[in-house]
């Protein structure tokens, strides 16, 4: 059941997060006075840089951490950040590529059934929690794989884990337990 | 205490009489001790007219060690801090509860679950308030009480989510699985604020059956149920005839209008709403409705699809439109002569080289029918791009020629547009930026290649990135220096403010004052101060303590200087341990600190002569003296005044000392307890006048000279001589 639905369920990832480190200060004033597309906040201390080709936005601290995000795969990612080091060195800093990691990966997915929160909440009572006052969807979170899962009524899942790979894993896992609670349309 | 030798006769038969605090000498009757520490009882009398015992269970199994009286903390002593903890925990959630009408049962399990949340060490880093909510909304779910985590966050001012969490925290920690609320329960609750009189429970039960339909209707998953419940409520309301407007709903039931609204727009939609009251009341429609957000994201998805497919045949159309373009166009071509030739490419303005890059680059991706189209496309997007380039042929130049074959249409099409395009270089001048980007654009589409692996020793690696098209994220030099006006101009206050800053701290370096952000410094162990009698020992700890410069210290003087004839007399009487003066001076201090205000709102006619003094008393240094006389005057009277009012100002002062007491933490020094019992009125007159002076004072400058506490502590001895 899971294999064949997985393929009717497409899983759209549409943020990925990476940091990286460039090894070396970075002057903000530079960065922001001579590249395109920057905003320098002076009171936060970093640079928003955003680039155009992998659709990127880059938050830049003169300790040399720099936060990519925006990217839609973990590829676009990579290639995102090496586009930016590349920038900085050529505005002049002794720029060394390393410690790139992806640490966040947003998916969304659609279940084509609606689903009954209260009996999911029931069903799988320690790890879903849901809370109508505080937000619409139940959350799930799945330890082992360190994603969170959030379940709205209307059968649209986000998920959220560390890669690309944890995330379609957990929409694996979690797929059975919500067409347990699935509400049969009427229509 | 201890039953010693009788000085005069020597017999060691001593009676101890606790009530009275006296020791006296069966033998000779001579009189050994009076005043000595009392083991009694004191009761004070709290609000409401509640008398309890002054006083603190000391445990037994609590720390071996001997408290340190005064000194030491502040807070309870003798006590473990995680004991500390769940009293303070226990007195909130007592306080709490109580506010919310829960019952002892229900407090009592919020305690337990607080003892388990401080064992967890879930309190750090989390304001002690919002884990007794917590605790407190944990209790309402399982225990399936009415009350909403709002009508926590109402009492306690704090954001709804950010109780909430804390609540998901705790209940996740503890592994407690709080029931789902139902809507339900709120029913009662809200029908009963709502005033219905006599059929409030006709109403109610109404109202549960609505919300019950709108259940099965699935109007409740990811809502909030108080708006579900607004909602029914108003149907039912209005069914029993009862005008109750939409404001006076959400008023009681905490949401906003377009909410309600919203869910009775949504129950109209289902067939329920068809029914007629007696029909509802009796039938039960057995077909169920799907969520409100799904049928709404349905419609929405049956709109989408529409859309594309008019999308689609308006393509088929366009494309047709184009077809006919191009072969207009190249009609018109073939009647003109054509150059050929990359050579012959060169001859012309750069316009259409650009416009060949653009049709060249597109040309090996889509070799097929569709590169007209294509072509046609990113003619349309690079029209306004295409004025600005003209400023940047040199550099363009070199890089777009590669081996290109042109066609014929593009080249064509590139100067009809370029001629439209030349008025549009005049007007928007320079903006080379947009154009670079837009070169970045198609060279990449070519220069896309897969990526490598990660190189650990941080070197980069550079496949994949075009240095060209990198450096298109740089600008040129007068590019920076516009920038740099733009941005200087932007931000001119913060950099004024960090000049300014920077300024300051070079003086303070100077000076020698500079101080790196202040940190908190950490209280340090007072030591203990050895000596014989109290009046050295407040003087030892004067020194070592250095009183405020805002305080005249004449006036003080002064003030004590009236009392220090008896005050000395007393003042041996005084337990010899530095500890009390101590921690009565610190008491004030506190108290001080605390500047409780019912201090001053109850003790009438001190208040009244601060007033006096505080008109005469104003900011400047000159009126300073005159000032000091006049508060030496009026503080004259005003001890004075003390011992005469006495009735009406002792029960003040009684009730005040309460006040304190009960305002000041558990966690005060016993020693202050027993000693406020039995002297209710002195200290706090004392400090009272003390605190009134010394702030009167703190508004004028204060003198230099140190105040020797004797005469401080002398005061007290009068007033305490002249209560008693």
């Known amino acids: 059941m899971d294999s064949s639905n997985d393929d009717a369920l497409d899983i759209i990832v549409s943020n990925v997060v990476a940091t990286f480190r460039t090894r070396c200060h970075l002057n903000l004033r530079t960065i922001a006075l001579e590249g395109t597309n920057v905003i320098y906040k002076p009171e936060v201390g970093k640079v928003l840089m955003k680039l155009r080709k992998p659709k990127i936005t880059a938050s830049i601290w003169s300790s040399g951490k720099i936060i990519c995000t925006g990217a839609t795969s973990e590829d676009e990612a990579k290639q995102g950040a090496r586009r930016l080091a590349r920038c900085l060195q050529k505005l002049g800093f002794k720029v060394r590529f390393s410690a790139f990691k992806v640490v966040n990966v947003l998916a969304v997915c659609s279940m084509p059934f609606a689903i009954h929160l209260i009996d999911f909440t029931k069903n799988n009572r320690p790890i879903a929690s849901y809370e109508p006052e505080l937000h619409p969807a139940a959350t799930y979170r799945i330890k082992n794989l360190k994603a969170t899962i959030q379940v709205f009524s209307t059968g649209s899942i986000t998920v959220t884990g560390p890669n690309v790979q944890n995330v379609a894993t957990a929409v694996e896992q979690v797929y059975p337990l919500l067409f347990e609670c699935q509400k049969p349309l009427c229509e | 205490m201890s039953s010693r030798v009788c000085k005069t006769c020597g017999g060691s038969d001593i009676d101890v009489d606790q009530a009275r605090g006296s020791a006296v000498c069966t033998g000779c009757g001579s009189v050994l001790e009076d005043n000595i520490i009392v083991s009694e009882v004191q009761f004070v009398e709290g609000s409401g007219g509640v008398s309890s015992a002054v006083g603190q269970f000391v445990s037994a199994d609590g720390p071996v060690k001997a408290p340190l009286l005064g000194s030491g903390f502040h807070t309870s002593v003798g006590k473990e801090s995680r004991a500390q903890t769940l009293q303070s925990g226990k007195r909130q959630i007592q306080q709490l509860g109580s506010q919310l009408q829960l019952n002892q049962h229900c407090l009592d399990t919020a305690f337990n679950f607080f003892k388990m949340v401080v064992s967890k060490h879930l309190t750090r880093g989390r304001k002690t308030e919002h884990v007794i909510a917590a605790c407190l909304y944990l209790v309402c779910r399982t225990e399936g009480t009415p009350h909403m985590l709002l009508d926590l966050s109402d009492l306690l001012q704090v954001n709804v989510y950010i109780l909430g969490k804390t609540f998901l925290l705790l209940a996740r920690e503890l592994c407690i699985n709080a029931p789902a609320i139902d809507p339900c329960l709120y029913i009662p609750r809200f029908a009963h604020m709502l005033e219905f009189g006599a059929k409030t429970h006709e109403v109610s039960m109404t109202a549960l059956r609505l919300v019950q339909r709108m259940k099965r209707d699935w109007m409740h998953t990811g809502r909030r149920p108080s708006g579900l419940c607004g909602a029914a409520l108003l149907v039912a309301a209005r069914m029993h005839k009862f005008r109750r407007t939409v404001k006076d709903v959400i008023s009681v039931v905490k949401v906003c209008q377009t909410t309600l609204r919203k869910r009775l727009t949504e129950f109209e939609d289902t067939p329920t709403s068809q029914l007629t009251i007696d029909e509802f009341m009796r039938v039960d429609l057995e077909q169920e409705c799907d969520p409100p957000s799904f049928t709404a994201s349905q419609h929405k998805a049956k709109m989408q699809q529409l859309e594309q497919e008019l999308s689609r045949k308006l393509d088929d159309v366009e494309g047709e439109i184009s077809c006919y373009k191009d072969e207009i166009e190249s009609e018109l071509e073939k009647s003109r002569p054509k150059l050929r030739?990359?050579?012959?490419a060169y001859a012309k303005e750069l316009d259409p080289e650009d416009s060949e890059v653009l049709s060249v680059a597109s040309e090996p991706e889509d070799p097929d029918v569709e590169e007209n189209e294509l072509q046609a496309a990113a003619q349309h997007l690079t029209q306004e791009f295409l004025g600005q380039v003209i400023q940047e042929e040199e550099g363009l130049g070199s890089k777009t020629d590669v081996g290109k074959e042109e066609e014929a249409g593009a080249v064509k099409e590139g100067s009809v547009h370029q001629r439209q395009v030349a008025s549009l270089d005049i007007i928007l001048g320079k903006l080379p930026?947009?154009?670079?980007?837009?070169?970045?654009f198609i060279e990449s589409e070519s220069s896309d290649k897969p990526d490598d692996e990660q190189s650990e020793s941080g070197e980069l690696d550079l496949d994949g990135i075009d240095d060209q098209?990198?450096?298109?994220?740089?600008?040129?030099?007068?590019?920076?220096?516009?920038?740099?006006?733009?941005?200087?101009?932007?931000?001119?206050e913060y950099l004024q403010e960090q000049k300014e800053k920077e300024e300051r701290i070079k003086k303070e370096k100077e000076q020698g004052t500079y101080k790196e952000k202040p940190k908190k410094s950490k209280k340090k162990k007072k030591e203990l101060v050895e000596a014989s009698s109290a009046g050295e020992a407040i003087e030892r700890m004067l020194e070592k303590k250095k009183i405020s410069s805002k305080i005249n210290y004449d006036v003080l003087r002064d003030l004590n200087s009236r009392g220090t004839g008896s005050g000395g007399g007393s003042s041996p009487n005084r337990p010899p341990s530095a500890g009390p003066p101590d921690a009565r001076k610190k008491l004030n201090r506190r108290r001080r600190r605390k500047t409780s205000d019912a201090n001053r709102d109850l003790a009438a006619n001190a208040s009244l002569m601060g007033?006096?003094?505080?008109?005469?008393?104003?900011?400047?240094?000159?009126?300073?003296?005159?000032?000091?006389?006049?508060?030496?005057?009026?503080?004259d009277q005003v001890t004075d005044e003390v011992p005469n009012k006495a009735t009406n100002q002792e029960e003040n002062l009684v009730t005040m000392a309460t006040d304190t007491t009960t305002e000041t933490p558990p966690e005060a020094t016993p020693d202050p307890k027993p000693q406020t019992g039995p002297t209710p009125t002195a200290p706090p007159a004392a400090g009272e006048e003390e605190e009134e002076e010394e702030e009167e004072e703190g508004e004028g400058e204060g003198e230099e000279e140190c105040v020797s506490a004797l005469q401080l502590v002398g005061d007290y001895g009068c007033e305490e001589e002249e209560v008693f």
Do not use: C
């Not at chain 2, 030739?341 to 012959?344: D, E, K, N």
């Not at chain 2, 930026?433 to 970045?440: C, E, G």
């Open chain 2, 341 to 344: 030739g990359i050579y012959a």
């Open chain 2, 433 to 440: 930026t947009a154009a670079s980007l837009q070169q970045t």
């Open chain 2, 469 to 492: 098209e990198i450096e298109k994220y740089i600008l040129n030099e007068r590019e920076v220096q516009v920038k740099t006006d733009l941005w200087m101009k932007q931000n001119a």
């Open chain 2, 611 to 635: 007033k006096r003094v505080r008109l005469l008393i104003s900011s400047t240094p000159k009126k300073k003296k005159a000032a000091n006389q006049a508060t030496d005057q009026v503080t």
